[in-house]
């Protein structure tokens, strides 16, 4: 089993930044990819990054590209999502997920384990 638990949700007005963490307990962090999705009220669960076991490759939804950043660090079994420029649209519960192995999906079904979510509200 491995344990993940999201903080670093909130309300910050368009443009501003927030950076999400997971920390994760369990199992060895570092045989587990990573990814983050997030889900707005009435709809499905989204792919917003993912990110390889070592922390080498990434790879990002469109609609965050440029404006996110994932990150991970195997010595303190915590992955990161800082979130820049924030827009209304970007309002969502966001979620961390594990999956072990190389592969780091885009749909929710490929992966294990799942974070309770942490809210992010972006004001106009």
């Known amino acids: 089993q491995v344990q993940l638990v999201e903080s670093g949700g909130g309300l910050v007005q368009a443009g501003g930044s927030l950076r999400l963490s997971c920390a994760a307990s369990?199992?060895?962090?570092?045989?587990?990819?990573m990814g983050w999705f997030r889900q707005a009220p009435g709809k499905e669960r989204d792919f917003v990054a993912a990110?390889?076991?070592?922390?080498?490759?990434?790879y990002y939804a469109n609609s965050v590209e440029g404006r996110c950043t994932i990150s991970r660090d195997n010595a303190k079994n915590t992955v990161y999502l800082q979130m820049n420029s924030l827009k209304p649209e970007d309002t969502a519960v966001y979620y961390c997920?594990?999956?072990?192995?190389?592969?780091?999906?885009?749909?929710?079904?490929?992966?294990?384990?799942w974070g309770q979510g942490t809210q992010v509200t972006v004001s106009s």
């Open positions: 997920a594990a999956r072990a192995g190389i592969a780091y999906p885009t749909t929710p079904n490929g992966y294990d384990y």
């Open positions: 369990g199992r060895t962090f570092s045989n587990y990819a």
């Open positions: 990110i390889s076991r070592s922390g080498s490759s990434t």
